[in-house]
């Protein structure tokens, strides 16, 4: 069993949340085209119905896959983020500690559920995965992408990082089954690599360009990494 003594010191109230993911710390948090991009590939690779983003700040997956008419939701600990919802959102954004909060959701209510650089912030993985457990559907999935990093870089802030394997054994410890998840095919072709004109290319061949870019760029920056749980016991 894995040994949580080490996140104690962090255990996050109310106030320590406001405290520490102030509007500060949410600026550059993405362009609006990154969020967007991310959306249409979820689209694409799981056609969702019900979705959830777990550490939602200010609801960028939540309003682009609610304007492709999809019923999307997220949840966040952060006053600073959820001010800043797109009043469209703003009654599918809840605040929720997702340490101790039970989620505002009924039982099996999500095919979907997503968490983009958020779980590395949750110290109580007893009491989260429980929650998760409870709100996916029996047969959905939940999708995270998070800093490739071990426990030498934990902080204030990243209180729970990790890599992929020390991942596998903590979602595996409380009845899931975990997968790795290559998201190369999100990889923009245009932007910085709009001079090579690769986007012109026949769609097989633009997969494998993307699937290179996008790992030489994990490599070299990013630095992530990305993994599916589902629920074994149903």
């Known amino acids: ?42 689209l694409e690779k799981f056609q969702p119905e019900k979705t959830l983003d777990v550490g939602c700040s200010w609801g960028q997956i939540v309003y682009h896959l609610h304007k492709e008419g999809i019923d999307s939701h997220g949840i966040d600990g952060s006053d600073a983020a959820l001010a800043k919802a797109n009043e469209s959102i703003k009654n599918r954004v809840h605040k929720v500690n997702l340490n101790k909060d039970s989620f505002p959701f009924e039982d099996k209510s999500f095919d979907l559920i997503t968490g983009f650089y958020s779980i590395e912030h949750i110290h109580d993985f007893k009491f989260f995965t429980s929650e998760l457990k409870r709100v996916l559907k029996d047969k959905g999935s939940a999708w995270f992408l998070t800093p490739n990093e071990g426990e030498e870089f934990r902080n204030e802030k990243d209180v729970f990082s990790n890599q992929f394997e020390d991942w596998k054994k903590i979602f595996e410890q409380y009845g899931f089954r975990v997968k790795f998840f290559d998201p190369y095919e999100m990889m923009e072709l245009k932007g910085k690599l709009d001079k090579f004109q690769l986007y012109k290319l026949p769609t097989p061949i633009q997969k494998i360009v993307k699937k290179i870019a996008y790992n030489v760029a994990n490599k070299i920056s990013m630095k992530d990494t990305s993994f599916l749980v589902s629920k074994i016991d149903y």
């Open 1 to 42: 069993y894995y040994n949580y003594s080490i996140q104690h010191f962090y255990m996050y109230e109310d106030s320590d949340l406001q405290r520490i993911y102030n509007k500060d710390y949410f600026e550059g948090r993405g362009s609006e085209k990154k969020w967007k991009r991310r959306a249409k590939f979820i």
